[in-house]
């Protein structure tokens, strides 16, 4: 699917999740195969210990337990390099994954790198996007342009949604 506003490919539900392994906070290599049998939320946002960035990380750190106790585990993915993360994380007590990708490639495969209309001026940048990813590896949730101010709103409608853990087969 195309964002028809800003031709900016979009992921929708039931898409194949980009695969990718990128660098965390300390240089360990996080790939999503490593997620492979779970579901996770994948979230990008433009860049660590700004106000917005920082208010949406500690929401989904305050929020962590109800994610693993649904079964869900979280990834944070910015253009960071791994000490700003390192810096971060320790700053805000983060406990998830946080990667870097400063060539932006990932954050382009997930539609989450494009133009984007900023203070009314279109500008190429990171489109803050959330995303649940199946068991399967498949795209179940995609959130564009979500504002870092109703990240709380958009975790309960996660939870709401995907809260319940997964029927055995």
């Known amino acids: 699917m195309t964002d028809p506003a800003t031709g900016t490919a979009r992921l929708a539900p039931g898409d194949q999740a980009p695969a990718f392994s990128l660098p965390d906070a300390d240089g360990n290599t996080v790939s999503l195969a490593d997620y492979r049998g779970r579901r996770v939320v994948v979230y990008f946002y433009p860049a660590a210990s700004t106000p917005g960035c920082t208010k949406q990380a500690c929401d989904f750190r305050d929020n962590l337990h ?19 993360l390192a810096k971060f994380r320790d700053a805000e007590g983060l406990t998830f994954p946080l990667l870097s990708d400063p060539d932006r490639a990932v954050l382009a495969a997930w539609g989450a ?57």
């Open 66 to 84: 109800d994610f693993n106790d649904a079964g869900l585990d979280v990834v944070g993915i910015s253009p960071d390099k791994p000490a700003k």
């Open 113 to 169: 790198y494009g133009e984007k209309k900023m203070y009314g001026k279109t500008v190429q940048g990171v489109i803050r996007s959330t995303f649940v990813v199946d068991e399967q590896g498949k795209i179940a949730e995609a959130q564009y342009n979500v504002k870092a101010a109703h990240t709380t709103t958009k975790i309960k409608k996660i939870l709401a949604e995907f809260g319940a853990p997964p029927a055995a087969e």
